[in-house]
């Protein structure tokens, strides 16, 4: 029964992508019902009714044994029904966003095979079926983003994101083979692990490891590729933005951590990665006009929370913060995507004002979901952060501070979003029809606003089902600290943004997104084009016309040469014998 939750969905994308191309609806059907079918066999799995299958071996040499089988342990089957459980709203909200796209079919078969990745990274029980999986999680990624393809923007868009990955996914290889060579086998074995203990090699294999989480979580400075990604349609958004791709490297993190503690220097950089890219990121987000911009910078400032929290030794406290976050992002993203499909794809903010009176239940359940990001105490993102701040105070102080002026910066961008679509006056005739959207659409945000609502309290049972509290003593200044950030986030935008009708203060370094593209513009394009240009003059000027043409020359002339003493003259070949056999004697008798 466990294996239906790879083959239903993968089941799906080979049916929809060979028979059902041209049948729409049987799309949409079929990659519900097989969304559905994974999100139920992974209930089975949490109320224990469904064991892991016996492992299958696929790879079986002298000192390299590789099995397709599921990890089903506490941290897999909250992961599991997380993915499976957003995976299925989102099909379900897809129904009425994509209703009118010509290439639903298509859609649907690639949201199914994005599943189906997902589950199996999730399931992994060694490092080798991971990356496997890891590349699929790559390729229905970029199928995803690039999805309306004869879109420039959506076709470099996908490009980035499958570029940026392959540099963090090499590395991630590279930790691999380094782990696989030190400790002789590829399975998550802690056991085996400690021959990495006191080796040189345990920094490096630890972040190397790392780089993967780099690469797919948006971690500085692989995350250029995460706010292009938009391009993109808003279920996609939401998918990979919530609980799915970039939260796969958090969970691997998470997965592996038993490589990553033998390593105090190695969790020392994860940590302050983390922190910088949380900081980084909500900067940027603060300075953002595309309302799904500044949800994709908010995203990477949550993620780099969770690096920061396995960064400091809790992975608990990473994954309370992985889920709670699935649900309010989840429910962020599908808002916007309401906004959007009534304003006809309008994303400025700076365009809209007003929304709320238009669309009341997407105002109220998008306002639970800003509510829950900015940390407002009572939803389910106080809780989950809390516990950050609470690890980081404990291991870090230095990150903790940066944490919680984070956190004033979260409450700060989602008060403006909040106030400058959805309140004040609408601000183009597009807002003035607008109305709420399909209930096909709205009854996923219910059901995530009413997560984002409940998920972090204790009848909740995240945190007791992840194996309890590894924060410490608690201390009394986090919860003020945090409290006080907030609150001052909040007045800083209602202050700001209130009334604003244009933007009241331009900061160029974080609209410009401290000019991190540029840079690579700069550095790693120019360097490419140099290289290029230069390769391609050796190519045909020395390769080409020396090498190639010039030896060809200089054979051709030897030949023409040799040519014209073969005249077939028998007086001439007598004389020239008659030359050599002198000069051979000549040779002899000087010696």
């Known amino acids: 029964m466990a294996w239906l939750l790879l083959f239903a969905p993968l089941s799906s994308a080979l049916l929809v992508w060979v ?15 097989a969304s559905l079918i994974a999100f139920l066999t992974a209930i089975g799995i949490v109320l224990g009714r469904i064991e892991a299958p016996a492992p299958l071996a696929w790879i079986d040499l002298p000192g390299l044994r590789v099995e397709i089988g ?27 966003y994509m209703a009118e796209d010509p290439g639903r079919a298509r859609f649907f078969g690639e949201l199914s095979l994005f599943l189906a990745s997902m589950i199996g990274i999730v399931v992994s029980t060694n490092f080798v079926m991971m990356y496997v999986f890891w590349e699929l999680v790559g390729v229905s990624s970029y199928l995803l983003i690039g999805f309306w393809f004869e879109k420039n923007p959506a076709a470099d868009a996908a490009r980035k994101a499958f570029l940026a990955n392959r540099v963090g996914d090499f590395g991630f290889l590279l930790g691999i083979l380094t782990f696989w060579s030190v400790c002789g086998t590829v399975a998550f074995d802690p056991e085996a692990a400690r021959a990495l203990a006191g080796n040189w090699l345990a920094p ?20 250029v590729w995460l706010p292009d990604a938009m391009e993109g349609p808003t279920p996609v958004s939401a998918l990979i933005h919530a609980a799915t791709m970039v939260a796969a490297g958090v969970y691997m993190l998470c997965r592996i951590f038993f490589v990553l503690e033998l390593s105090p220097e190695a969790l020392l950089v994860i940590a302050w990665t983390g922190g910088i890219t949380a900081l980084v990121a909500a900067l940027i987000a603060t300075q953002q006009d595309d309302i799904k911009r500044v949800l994709a910078y908010s995203t990477m400032s949550q993620l780099g929370y969770m690096v920061l929290a396995v960064g400091c030794a809790s992975t608990t406290a990473a994954m309370f913060h992985l889920t709670t976050h699935g649900f309010f992002k989840a429910l962020l993203f599908l808002g916007a995507g309401s906004v959007l499909h009534a304003l006809h794809h309008e994303q400025d903010i700076w365009r809209m004002g007003g929304v709320g009176r238009k669309m ?10 800003a509510a829950a990001l900015a940390g407002i ?3 389910a993102g106080f809780f989950s952060k809390e516990e950050i701040l609470q690890v980081a105070a404990h291991r870090a102080p230095g990150l903790f501070w940066i944490a919680a002026f984070t ?43 009413g997560l984002a609502v409940v998920a972090g309290y204790p009848f909740f049972g995240i945190m007791r089902y992840l194996g309890g ?102 007086r001439e070949y007598a004389f020239v014998f008659a030359l050599g056999a002198g000069g051979v004697l000549l040779w002899l008798f000087g010696r």
């Open 360 to 369: 009341p239940l997407t105002f109220v359940t998008f306002g639970i979901g």
């Open 407 to 449: 956190a004033g910066l979260t409450a700060f961008y989602m008060t403006r979003i909040t106030l400058v679509a959805f309140l004040g006056q609408p601000r183009t005739e597009v807002v003035t029809h607008a109305k709420e959207s399909p209930f096909v659409m709205g009854l996923p945000l219910i059901v995530l606003a």
């Open 469 to 570: 509290q590894e924060a410490g003593e608690k201390s009394m200044l986090v919860p003020a600290v945090s409290l006080i950030a907030v609150i001052l986030g909040l007045a800083a935008g209602a202050i700001h943004y209130g009334r604003a009708i244009r933007e009241p203060m331009t900061i160029p370094l974080f609209r410009r997104k401290f000019y991190f593209d540029e840079i690579y513009d700069w550095t790693v394009l120019k360097l490419q084009e140099e290289s290029a240009r230069l390769l391609s003059w050796i190519d045909q000027w020395v390769i080409g016309f020396l090498l190639v043409r010039g030896g060809a020359f200089a054979v051709s002339l030897g030949g023409e040469m040799l040519r014209l003493v073969q005249a077939g003259n028998l």
């Open 377 to 379: 105490p009572g939803l």
């Open 19 to 33: 028979a059902l191309r041209r049948h729409p609806q049987a799309s949409e059907a079929v990659s519900i019902l």
């Open 70 to 96: 599921m990890t089903l342990d506490a941290l897999a089957r909250l992961m599991l029904l997380m993915v499976t459980g957003v995976a299925f709203l989102i099909h379900v909200y897809s129904l009425g």
């Open 204 to 223: 490096m294999t630890a972040l190397l490891l790392f780089c993967g989480c780099v690469g797919k979580s948006a971690q500085i400075p692989l995350h």
